[in-house]
T-cell receptor, first 114, second 111 residues
Framework: DGGITQSPKYLFRKEGQNVTLSCEQNLNHDAMYWYRQDPGQGLRLIYYSQIVNDFQKGDIAEGYSVSREKKESFPLTVTSAQKNPTAFYLC?????????????FGPGTRLTVL | DAKTTQPNSMESNEEEPVHLPCNHSTISGTDYIHWYRQLPSQGPEYVIHGLTSNVNNRMASLAIAEDRKSSTLILHRATLRDAAVYYCILRAYSSASKIIFGSGTRLSIRP
């Protein structure tokens, strides 16, 4: 089945530790995205990538880093510099980054900082 | 950046039509209007999108005002499975960075 997978579903981290969230897609999509969602809020864009080996900052990139070494993979690292990392993280992909394209979302990773 | 405004919550009866409004008074000429919906603890799901003309698909209809400053998502016959948070989103034609999620409308369906 084609789709987007995110792992793990739940993640606990101690303060001061970096943690990496996985996102994989087998839809052959060029564009991939990371969003953050806080309770009762909408989604905010962290980073996006339109093509392999290229990525751009979104609205709230501080404290996060990404890589795009393969078309199907777009991991997100939450660094210790992120002051309030507890949130629901969603990965998405689309065939391109244009305004007409549908984004397909993964099931999300819920990160809790202890 | 153009933003959207939606009511926080709405309630409807099962098997009746639902009209979900969205205001986007600062929309630019190249912004597409997208609607997604999200069930609890899940990723959002695409519903529909349009630019100027009204659009229909198997899930819903999108009615866009002539001046494009507002739009309405129409669910023709609500079911209990339609209970979700509905997001009205503006997307620029050429830039992925301009993705602004509105506050969303939490839709409840009464059996």
């Amino acid at each position: 089945d084609g789709g987007i997978t995110q792992s793990p579903k739940y993640l606990f981290r101690k303060e001061g530790q970096n943690v990496t969230l996985s996102c994989e897609q087998n839809l052959n999509h060029d564009a991939m995205y990371w969003y953050r969602q806080d309770p009762g809020q909408g989604l905010r864009l962290i980073y996006y990538s339109q093509i392999v080996n290229d990525f751009q900052k979104g609205d709230i990139a501080e404290g996060y880093s990404v890589s795009r070494e393969k078309k199907e993979s777009f991991p997100l690292t939450v660094t210790s510099a992120q002051k309030n990392p507890t949130a629901f993280y969603l990965c998405a992909s689309s065939s391109s980054a244009g305004g007409t394209d549908t984004q397909y979302f993964g099931p999300g990773t819920r990160l809790t900082v202890l | 950046d153009a933003k959207t405004t939606q009511p926080n919550s709405m309630e409807s009866n099962e098997e009746e039509p639902v009209h979900l409004p969205c205001n986007h008074s600062t929309i630019s000429g190249t912004d597409y209007i997208h609607w997604y919906r999200q069930l609890p603890s899940q990723g959002p799901e695409y519903v529909i999108h349009g630019l100027t003309s009204n659009v229909n698909n198997r899930m819903a209809s999108l009615a866009i005002a002539e001046d494009r400053k507002s739009s309405t998502l129409i669910l023709h016959r609500a079911t209990l499975r339609d209970a979700a948070v509905y997001y009205c989103i503006l997307r620029a034609y050429s830039s992925a960075s301009k993705i602004i999620f509105g506050s969303g409308t939490r839709l409840s369906i009464r059996p």
